[in-house]
C-alpha cells in the first residue's frame, strides 16, 4: 500500500487540525494503520493504531483523550483529529501501515509510510 499524509500546518496552542492518510491498493481494509511522529532531535514515536474495521483504536499516552484516530475504508483514507494541541507536540507526523494481526507502536513493525506532514504548534 502507497500512503500520503497531508493536513499539518501552524496552529496555536489549545487549538485543532486534522490529518488525512490516503492509501492507494487493495491491502488497505485489511492492514491496521497507525500514526508516528518525530520531533526535532528525537526519535520516532508511536501515537495511535487503528483496526481494520475502525471498531477499536489504541493510542499512547501522551495523546490519549486529546487524538482520535478514524478510518474510511471506502475512501481508503486514515485520519487523525488532534485537539487541544499544546507546543510539545509539534512535530513531522508519518502514517503508516502494519501487516501484523496485532496492535504494536513498534516502527519497525510498519512496513509502509507516507511522506509525513508538518505540525508547528505555538505557545
Known amino acids: 500500500v502507497q500512503l500520503q499524509a497531508s493536513g499539518g500546518g501552524w496552529v496555536q496552542a489549545g487549538g485543532s487540525l486534522r490529518l488525512s492518510c490516503a492509501a492507494s491498493?487493495?491491502?488497505?481494509?485489511?492492514?491496521?494503520m497507525g500514526w508516528f511522529r518525530q520531533a526535532p532531535e528525537k526519535e520516532r514515536e508511536f501515537v495511535a493504531a487503528i483496526g481494520w474495521s475502525g471498531g477499536s483504536a489504541y493510542y499512547a499516552e501522551p495523546v490519549r483523550g486529546r487524538f482520535t484516530i478514524s478510518r474510511d475504508n471506502a475512501k481508503n483514507t486514515v485520519y487523525l483529529q488532534m485537539n487541544s494541541l499544546k507546543p510539545e507536540d509539534t512535530a513531522v507526523y508519518y502514517c503508516a501501515a502494519t501487516d501484523r494481526r496485532y496492535y504494536t507502536v513498534k516502527s519497525g513493525d510498519f512496513g509502509s509510510w507516507g511522506q509525513g506532514t508538518l505540525v508547528t504548534v505555538s505557545s
Open positions: 491498493g487493495r491491502t488497505f481494509s485489511s492492514q491496521i
